[in-house]
C-alpha cells in the first residue's frame, strides 16, 4: 500500500520501474560506495531478481509535484541474519534537500508499523560515504558497529522501535 511524505509519495516497486532502476545502478555517484555501476544485463538480471525475492521490499519514491520517480529503498536480511536492513539509492541530482532523509526516515517507520516482530532495522555504510553516515545520523540512527566488509571499512547504524 503507497505512503506519502511531505514531498514524496513511496509505492512498492514493480515492473515498470526498471528505468529507475536502471538509472541509478548505472550512475557512478550512485555506485561510488556499492562496487561500480552494472552493465544492461547484469541490471535485468538483478532486477528480475529483486521482484521475485519475497525476503525484500522494495519501495519507489516518486515527487509529488511532479511524479518523477528519485529514488529506491529496500528492506531486506542484513549480513549478519538476524536484523533487517535499509538500503536506499538516490538520484544525485536531487540530493542535498533532505528529501534521502525524509524518504528514509518514512520508509523505516512505515516498516516498523507493518512488522511488529522487529525489534531493530540496520543500514550498513562505507565509513567513506560521508553523506550517507551523516544522513543517517540525521534520522536517529546509531552506530552500533565498525568492520571490514567488502575490502572497506564498513560502519553499521541500527534504529531500535520507539
Partial sequence: MPFQTNRCR???L?????ALFAALNRDAEVRQFLGGTHGLDSMKRDFA??????????YVATLLENQDPIAI???GPHHD????EVSYLLLPEYRGRGLAA???AAAIARCFEIHPEL???????????????AMLLRIGMTPVQRLIRFGADQVIYAKSRI
Fill in 10 to 12: 513511496l509505492a512498492m
Fill in 14 to 18: 514493480t515492473q515498470n520501474d526498471f
Fill in 49 to 58: 531478481a529483486l521482484l521475485a525475492d519475497s525476503a525484500v521490499a522494495a
Fill in 73 to 75: 529503498v529496500l528492506f
Fill in 81 to 84: 541474519g538476524r536484523d533487517t
Fill in 102 to 104: 525524509e524518504i528514509v
Fill in 119 to 133: 525489534d531493530r532495522i540496520v543500514a550498513e555504510t562505507q565509513a567513506a560515504n560521508q553523506r550517507s553516515c
